[in-house]
């Protein structure tokens, strides 16, 4: 899984990287890549990193799913994550908010009408163009008071009905039909009005139609005007692109709504659409600002599985209440009266927020709620200790509030609870906690579990640089997203070397290996090491392009990168291919024309490691200054001869600010006045020079 979602944007890690660690994977312009955080931090938001615990920092569908599962509403399915090293960001944890919410399933079925929806469409009329196709030709193909004729001419009919967004023209009621073939047809006339956005067509001929002697009609016109009627309410109050204003939607419209939800659940106790009707009732009670009524709803809801009005899709769920509970503009908290809904507001309430006008719920405002917690005071508590913890920064005290023994996890609740001891060990004793975690770990009995423990001590075992935690057919950390973490931004030479020669290391982490050793060797200017794994390049080096290789290669490290063949600045400046480079610069690494031309090298196109947050790219376990060409090319201006090697420093120093002003060198960026004398100097010393003439700006 690619994410892309707003962590950070290219256009910042242009400025701070390494000039050889700008990404493989990234994408031009300022599209936002969404890559989990492994700290596990807890507190601050975050739509990329997100726990099976818990958490503030959750998003509130993963919180909301969590929570429904523990009620015995909501199956989690193991999300498996990516399945190639080189290419993986996310395994099972962490993951993105989306994830869970994707992996939920009922437990429990709801006795909702099973519609095939139309997903090209997003206006909700449409969704059932399909379903409403299915369901009419077979109610026609069984009625036994139509002749074959009628049946071949109606679902022909019904057939048309294909699309939602262009005008379909009525259809014209054969009058030599029989009463009940007139009925149905009239029923198709309804349907073409309701998609063509005719409400109140749609509603005359379905009040009619409701009292006829066909039950099915009868009973399936009742419900379209519960659709109908929804619909045409709540056109009243959306504008050109969409968007809804409940203060402009029609009440009489929404009170007719209303009315057509209780006549049908009146008329139809046992009906067929029962559960999606009373479903409607929450959308009512959204678009008439009723929070209180609203709210209740929902409970009822999560109370009463077993219901036949049982109507909730737990994949649907949480968006459903963030939008219309969370994110109503009628919202008031005194209408929060149950674990679940208090829960996910009071986690939401412990975020770190920068905000002036933002304040966390107050240890006195959580306390108050106790009583509402009376049906699950674990719940309460466990909110307690993250309030302790996580807002008051009382560590001692949160231990307090979670169990002194708790040895088996079964719910996410208790997963939760041996999480935030483990973050209060983290804090208090490190040491400890790498021994917590482990003993965790090897107690876990679900791929969340496992995925959650084996994180957070992966973040120990990083730091010892044991590759053989990582590697083999049985290693103690499995997630490839961490294996390839530790390869690609964790280990240093020793043990990328040691990965290298390894026997038990696979293929996919060999490469891997090699290549970030190469690009950091580059990097730090080790040019020794660069040429002794020089010799350990696929032979077939040049196939490996990354997204641009075939099939086979496409996932697996960018070796072609490595593959240059020189290039020529001048005639007299000719710079080599890059293993000969290399070895020059192992033997003269100080000399300005060959810094130049890994200058060269560097602007050819060669894209160090994947992109990954700046704090992964730890560099401080490799030796040697980093590499910038920036650099080289102040070195040329202040201490190299005249001639063409200073014009072409003098040159490329100013075009590390072109188009936009900000330097792409990845030196220490300069003020526009020492960019305004390096241009004044080429203009005066190299007049004649092409790269004098080409140069209008110094940006």
Known sequence: MKSKKSCLSLALFGSILPLFFYATNTHAGFEPICNPDFAMQGKVYSACSNLPVLL????????????????????????QGDQNLWDSTYATVPFDDSTLVRMAENKIGNHRTKFEETRDYFDERCATLASGKMSFNEQVKNNKNLSVQEK????????????????????????????????????LNATI????????IATKIYSVLATVDDAWLKETSQYMLIRSSLNSAYATGTNQYGDVDLDKINQNL????????????????????AASARGYMRRGFWLTGRQDLLINEIVWQIQNPQSKYYNLDVSELPSEIDRRVFGSQYFNVKYLKDPFFLATYDLMQMRASNSESYKPITWSQLNAQKDMFKTQPELFKYLQAVHLFYVQNKTQEA??????????????????????????????????AEQYWTQW????????????????????????????????????????????????????????????????????????????????????????????TYADLPKDAAQYKGYESTEKLKDKPPFANFIWDGSTITPQ???????????????????????????????????????????????????????????????????????????????RAIMCYSPSGINDCADQEVTKNVRKQWYDQIKRDYPNSTWAKSLKYYW
């Not at 009905?161 to 039909?177: F, G, R, Y």
């Not at 996410?412 to 400890?432: D, H, M, R, T, W």
């Open 56 to 79: 503030p920092a959750n998003d509130n569908h993963s919180n909301m799913i969590l929570l429904l599962s523990d009620l015995g509403l909501a199956n989690i399915k193991t999300y």
């Open 441 to 532: 770990l090897n107690k876990s009995k679900n791929a969340y579990q496992h995925g959650l423990f084996e994180t957070a001590l992966s973040n120990h075992l990083n730091q010892k640089q044991d590759i053989n935690v990582f590697i083999g057919k049985n290693p103690i950390i499995r997630q490839i997203n961490l294996q390839k973490r530790f390869i690609v931004f964790k280990a240093n030479e020793t043990s990328l070397q040691k990965i290298i020669q390894s026997k038990q290391a696979n293929l996919d982490q060999k490469q891997a290996a090699i290549y970030t050793l190469l690009s950091k060797s580059l990097d730090h200017q080790n040019y020794a090491l660069f040429n002794q």
């Open 399 to 432: 231990l307090d509030y979670l169990p002194k023994d708790l040895s088996v996890v079964n719910n996410y609740l208790q997963l939760s609870q041996v999480f935030l001891k483990g973050q209060i060990l983290e804090k208090n004793n490190p040491a400890q």
């Open 573 to 651: 400046l000719i710079c080599s291919n890059l293993p000969t480079l290399t070895k020059q610069l192992e033997k003269s690494p100080k000399d300005l024309f060959l810094n130049i031309c890994m200058g060269e090298y560097a602007r050819s196109g060669y894209h160090g490691l994947p992109y990954q947050l700046a704090e992964e790219n730890d560099e401080q376990s490799f030796q040697g200054k980093q590499f910038t060409r920036g650099e080289v090319y102040k070195n040329v201006i202040k201490t190299g001869t005249q001639g063409d090697l200073q014009a072409y420093a003098l040159y």
């Open 193 to 200: 009005a309701f998609y063509n956005t005719n409400y109140s």
């Open 152 to 187: 071949q001419s109606l679902i022909a009919e019904r057939n048309k009905i294909s699309e939602c967004s262009n005008k379909i023209p009525l259809l014209a009621v054969d009058p030599q039909w029989s009463a009940t073939a007139r009925q149905y047809a009239s029923y």
């Open 254 to 273: 929404l009170k007719e709504f209303l009315d057509n939800i209780t006549t049908y659940l009146k008329l139809y106790p046992n009906g067929q659409y």
